[in-house]
């Protein structure tokens, strides 16, 4: 991919600033360090019981820390299993505005989804894994469960980077607005032929977790595929969110 295009890419992304609350209803791992969970926003409690579903969310660029849009689908799966459902948002920055910062940020994030997927399958073997990833948010999850290489942002050639617990719990990944989406990778979802701005090569495989992920791209995103419309690639959440829901609850062993 040219670098002008990358740019492009880039300085667009850094110009899509949305500020998405978190639900107050779901309890949150609010500290990647300490493992504490925050229970209505107020109440801090350490984890004495692991809960039956867990999912990871990952922001979009330039989204101030939390969980950005990925808080769509995170309120779907909640809502239907309440008191069951906790949350936990990627540490990372989520950074734009230049290739270098853009790819810092990157590779930050992919060692965050690393390590906070396996801090917590470490303490709670047995939890249910989902992982929601939006944007850049997805293109950190792809990196971490497919490998790369991924430009500067990472050097592995395929090899997935996360825990062999972390891959045996996770249900599902979903995977929206990806920079890496590439035509005719069997997880995709949506009307996209084009490229990402960071697209995978024409026939990547992830094959130790396609049956669990889907990728939603459509053709007018500027950033998973080569379209013009910010407002597509803001709207997967309510486009596709209770499509996703549906996946994931096939995926789920509980009712």
Known sequence: MKLSSLR?????????????????????????????????????????????????????????QGFGSSITLIDLLNNTFPGRVTAEQIFYPAAGGSNAEYSASVTAGVQAVVQQTAAFTAMCPQSIVIMHGYSQGAQIMDDAFCGGPDGVSLNSSGVSLVSRQTASNVAAIILMGDPRHVDGFPPNVGNATGFGFAARPKGFRCPAFENRMQSYCDSPDPFCSNGTSIATHQGYGQEYGKQALAFILGKLLIS
């Open 8 to 64: 492009r890419s880039i300085a667009l992304l850094a110009a899509v600033v949305r500020t998405v609350s978190a639900s107050p209803t779901i309890p949150q791992i609010i500290n990647a360090d300490t493992v504490t969970l925050a229970f209505n926003g107020s109440i801090d409690f350490n984890i004495t019981v692991c809960p039956e579903i867990h999912i990871f969310g990952a922001r979009e660029t330039t989204t101030p």
